[in-house]
């Protein structure tokens, strides 16, 4: 356990260590960096541990105009700056594996840029809040002034900042008959912004300076989702009426009904999205039952739910059991790969035991209290990420033909003796961001995953699918280049698109994420062109985000292979 620890595969490897900038060891301090602002030498790791640097130069900006004065002088003196959060990402869009980061100083946004302003006075209410704040912070705030959000990703541990980036999203379109509430979208998070502050070039002062975007300027949108090649210091999102809601978790619903053909009758997914609009999918390989999470607006306790005033409601899934972490020891560091079907079946009866051990099968409370629910604590692994936007009344047929094919490539490697996959495939269905939710005349996110086809308003909804496997899992990127290949041969046309999930794993060859050059330089830039008006494609956003940015003070090796 403790290689696995070290490796960040379980428990987690936190870099609390820090080097003062002068303090011995700490190495030579960038020439001529502002006074007055905290600068000292950190460790950089991410979720999966896939990517971990030692000693990384590290600034802790108090306000938005030291980060802008940062950036200053990292463009006179020849370096990069990078926003860093929580770390809670699996693409190298900040560091990449392997680099040493030379040249290159960390912004960390969430020891002093994390304040938070609610305005109830307008309608829709408004938050302003800095971006260095985390999720679980910002709901809780919001929740005191009995506001809310319809869905939002599962970890309190990501930053606004970063989930803003990336388009971080939950799981939820509107149920039969619901009506979609003000202030409130079943798209992406950033599909909430009604104005964001950034530090953007400015070419009559030659110097960056702060600059306040509104949703209703055209150029916001490559801002909106910027895949970390922008930096944001603050936004104004709109925020609705809070919701209590009911989460009832069934472990008992074969795969074989759930993920049933499109059409089919009985306890499937659409019949679910249909009652509640909002449903999550985790099912361990090698397991007959998934774990489904079923979220539907209730706002009086239903008779037999446990009423919930915290998120966080799985404990068990929230840390590692001596059983399971001798079969992680046995399979990553051992080499047992027969054993994967014993853990996926192990790790589902621990869920199964734990949803009646403490009483969480079926809860209700406040919105943030039900679907936030994964603490740092739990399994590190890596994962790979797409949404197919496609039509609603297709939703089932889109997760069968997935499932009948990933189950199909399970069983070939099987027959081999090869398990590439050991974690759970997770599904869920959101909305589009639909400009309108932010109000008349709000621009289109550019390079959300969830942006609307013009082209095709009969593609209204997105299935997002994530494998999940432990890091350095032999053939796992073999497997999930398969799957890629196939979900982009699949799911076009009339019928669907593919877009890749920003924070996650992509463009894969058999050796590594993230290299598959064509797909990188044609493909991708094509899913998020195809459909759109003229002035609001991939390479309009690119020009936007390069002209506001022209020395590339914000960038990594990733995104100057993506966004050159």
């Known amino acids: 356990m403790a290689r696995l620890a070290a490796a960040g595969v379980v428990g987690g490897w936190t870099p609390i260590y820090q080097i003062a900038a002068?303090?011995?060891?700490?190495?030579?301090?960038p020439p001529g960096f502002p006074a007055g602002i905290t600068l000292y030498r950190q460790a950089f790791q991410n979720w999966s541990g896939e990517i971990a640097v030692a000693n990384v130069w590290t600034a802790a900006p108090e306000t938005p105009a030291d980060v802008a004065t940062i950036v200053n002088w990292a463009r006179a003196s020849g370096y990069r700056v990078r926003p860093r959060g929580y770390m809670h990402n699996w693409s190298p869009l900040t560091l990449e594996a392997g680099n040493a980061a030379q040249q290159v100083v960390l912004l960390d946004m969430t020891k002093s840029l994390t304040k938070v302003w609610v305005d109830t006075s307008s309608r829709p209410a408004r938050v302003t809040a800095q971006t260095g704040v985390s999720l679980e912070t910002l709901l809780a705030k919001l929740e005191t002034h009995g506001l809310g959000v319809t869905a939002c990703p599962a970890p309190g541990d990501i930053t606004l900042g970063g989930a803003l980036a990336i388009g971080g999203h939950g799981t939820a379109i509107p149920a039969a008959r619901e009506t979609q509430l003000p202030g409130h979208t079943y798209g992406s998070l950033s599909n909430l912004i009604l104005s964001l502050t950034a530090v953007v070039f400015d070419a009559g002062k030659q110097q960056y300076v702060l600059r306040t975007f509104t949703r209703s300027d055209p150029e916001i949108g490559a801002f909106l989702v910027h895949v970390g090649r922008a930096l944001i210091v603050e936004v104004t999102l709109e925020a609705g009426t809070n919701q209590r809601l009911r989460c009832q978790s069934f472990v008992d619903i074969p795969a074989s009904e759930l993920f049933a053909a499109g059409g089919s009758r009985g306890r499937t997914v659409a019949s679910f999205l249909d009652q509640s609009g909002r449903m999550e999918v985790i099912w361990f390989p090698f397991t007959t039952c998934p774990w489904l999470k079923v979220w539907t607006v209730q706002p009086v306790k239903p008779l037999f739910s446990r009423t919930v005033n915290q998120p966080f409601n799985y404990p068990f899934s929230d840390s590692i059991t001596q059983p399971v972490s001798d079969l992680i020891k046995r399979i990553v560091t051992r080499g047992e790969c027969q054993l994967t079907p014993l853990f996926g079946q192990t790790q589902m009866s621990i869920v199964s035991a734990g949803l009646a051990l403490t009483f969480s099968s079926d809860i209700w409370g406040w919105s943030r209290n039900v679907l936030q629910y994964i603490r740092p604590s739990t399994l590190r692994v890596t994962a790979n990420g797409y949404a197919v936007l496609a039509r609603r009344s297709d939703v089932q047929r889109v997760i069968a033909e997935f499932v009948q094919f990933y189950q199909n490539r399970v069983d070939v490697y099987r027959a081999r003796g090869e398990y590439p996959m050991n974690g759970p495939v997770e599904i869920r269905v959101t909305g589009l961001d639909q400009p309108a939710d932010a109000g008349s005349g709000a621009a289109a996110p550019l390079l959300s995953p969830?942006?609307?086809?013009?082209?095709?308003?009969?593609?209204?909804?997105?299935?997002?699918f994530d494998i999940l496997t432990m890091p350095g899992t032999p053939g796992a990127n073999r497997f999930y280049r398969e799957i890629e290949q196939w979900m982009l041969s699949n799911y076009a046309g009339s019928y669907a698109t593919v877009r890749p999930e920003w924070s996650k794993g992509w463009a894969y060859t058999d050796g590594a994420a993230?290299?598959?050059?064509?797909?990188?330089?044609?493909?991708?830039?094509?899913a998020f062109s195809e459909g759109q008006p003229a002035g609001g494609r991939w390479d309009a956003a690119r020009a936007v985000l390069n002209r506001y940015d022209p020395q590339r003070i914000f960038t990594s090796p990733l995104l100057e292979r993506l966004l050159p």
Request: hydrophobic share 40%; aromatic share 8%.
């Open 450 to 464: 969830l942006r609307p086809r013009p082209d095709r308003p009969d593609w209204n909804i997105a299935v997002y």
């Open 514 to 526: 993230w290299q598959d050059m064509p797909l990188i330089g044609s493909a991708i830039p094509a």
């Open 22 to 29: 002068h303090a011995q060891g700490a190495g030579t301090t």
